[in-house]
């Protein structure tokens, strides 16, 4: 989970991209900066609090060259510069839910404990985008211990329909707690 730092950074980029018409672009210029900061190298000099400030936006600039568009680069430079780097991925996540709620989709978390099966994922998110009226991104996990049934989370909010939790639940009645 982002936090309010990665979601301030993330919600002032969305509006700027917003104001510009530009929301798939900055989504494109943070995964560019996140490409970056993911190679060892790289990683190493702009987390390096021993080099100065100016020495790693410098780096960061230098390493993207001329293949980034300046906005790209003063992106780098300024998460760099407020010590922000570490919190790229979360910022980047934290923008991914900014423009799926701004077009209108959301995004849910279906956890069977087999594997589903590309028929059964449509037809759920199908089943799941006509009850909530908005567009589902459904990413289908896979955990064992819960024996059977699904357990859907989107956002804070969770169904758990899962056998495991309804045997507990059994198993607390019939003991009287």
């Keep these: 989970m982002a936090g309010a730092a990665a979601k301030r950074y993330a919600r002032a980029i969305f509006e700027l991209a917003q104001e510009e018409g530009e929301v798939d672009a900055w989504a494109g210029r943070l995964a560019e900066v996140g490409g970056l900061v993911s190679i060892p190298e790289v990683s190493r000099v702009v987390h390096n609090p021993t ?4 020495r790693r936006e410098d780096a960061i600039a230098a ?10 680069v ?14 790229l991925g979360e910022i980047a996540e934290e923008y991914s839910l900014l423009t799926d709620e701004a077009a209108g989709r959301v995004r849910v978390t279906a956890t069977a404990a087999v594997d589903l099966t590309d028929q059964e994922k449509e037809r759920l998110a ?8 908005k567009e589902v991104r459904l990413t289908a996990r896979v955990d064992r211990a ?18 495991a939790t309804r045997l507990q639940q059994l198993r607390r009645r019939l003991a009287g707690v």
């Design 51 to 54: 080099i100065t400030v100016r």
């Design 63 to 72: 390493v993207l060259g001329d293949q980034a568009d300046r906005e790209t």
């Design 74 to 87: 003063n992106l780098a430079r300024l998460l760099v510069e407020s010590g922000r780097i570490h919190e």
């Design 126 to 133: 199908g089943d799941l985008s006509g009850r909530l009226g």
């Design 146 to 163: 819960i024996l059977g049934g699904l357990v859907i989370q989107t956002g804070d909010t969770v169904i758990d329909a899962s056998l």
